[in-house]
């Protein structure tokens, strides 16, 4: 059974047509990343999958169960989502922002206590943010913010976690801090991971298999080797250019020499 499933997903916006009849299912522990331009359908697709965006047609599934006919609370337990940017509450600790993934499991009365449960101190240890638990959150820099909020989506305790570009505003060291620790935390969990990322190389190496939109539907769907070439660059990205893939000990790299 797929973890999440889209069939025939078609969005407009008023006369603009975004997404025109998108299919993806996505396998139970599998890191998926979804490519393309800007406006090409990307972050449209992850709400969509997410529940945050009803389409205009088409369905989506996680499990056996139509996305729409479940209440937010029980969607909240199958799926977490880590947006771009969450607003910072001045005064807020990380352990208070954190604490508040666990909603769905504890509901508005379960939220009245000032108590962490086994997720909450869980996530604030796999994450690296336990030594910050009582700092406030305005006083951290962009890299320790984007590791809090990731706890904030584990602490869901959600087999499902989708990422709306995840290293955005960061600097290329904490850019790989955070996708090394989402895919150690994929492994160790059994996490089913959606991710919109830009940078190709960053998805090449992370995902399991790469979905690059191009006016609205799937392109390419497959393992990064088999679909990152030249083609690709030149379909989806405009650019002409060589792609060498380099192994190093297990692990494949990739290198874009443009023409």
């Known amino acids: ?148 909020r990731l706890a904030l989506a584990l602490a869901q305790d959600a087999p499902v976690l989708l990422l709306d570009e995840p290293t955005t505003f960061l600097d290329v060291r904490h850019q790989i801090d955070v996708l090394e620790l989402v895919r150690a935390l994929q492994r160790e969990r059994g996490l089913t991971v959606v991710a919109v990322l830009h940078d190709l190389a960053q998805a090449a190496r992370y995902s399991d298999r790469l979905v690059a939109l191009l006016d609205g539907l799937v392109h390419v769907d497959g393992a990064p080797a088999e679909v990152v070439d030249a083609a690709l660059l030149k379909d989806v990205y405009g650019v002409s250019g060589e792609v060498r893939w380099i192994t190093t000990g297990k692990v494949l790299k990739m290198v874009v020499i443009p023409d």
Request: charged share 25%; aromatic share 4%.
């Open 1 to 148: 059974m797929t973890a999440l499933r889209a069939e025939g997903v078609h969005v407009r916006f008023g006369g603009h047509v975004v997404l025109r009849g998108v299919d993806l299912a996505v396998e139970p522990g599998e890191w998926v990343s979804l490519l393309g331009r800007n406006g090409s359908g990307k972050t449209t697709l992850l709400r969509v999958l997410a529940g945050l965006l009803r389409p205009t047609g088409g369905t989506v599934h996680t499990g056996p169960d139509p996305l729409g006919s479940l209440s937010r609370r029980e969607v909240a337990r199958r799926l977490a989502v880590l947006p771009q940017a969450t607003p910072v509450v001045r005064g807020l600790t990380v352990r208070q922002f954190v604490r508040q993934g666990r909603y769905a499991a504890r509901g508005a009365l379960g939220m009245l206590g000032d108590t962490d449960d086994d997720q909450v101190r869980e996530a604030l240890r796999c994450t690296g943010v336990a030594r910050w638990a009582d700092v406030p959150l305005e006083r951290l820099s962009g890299g320790q913010r984007q590791r809090v």
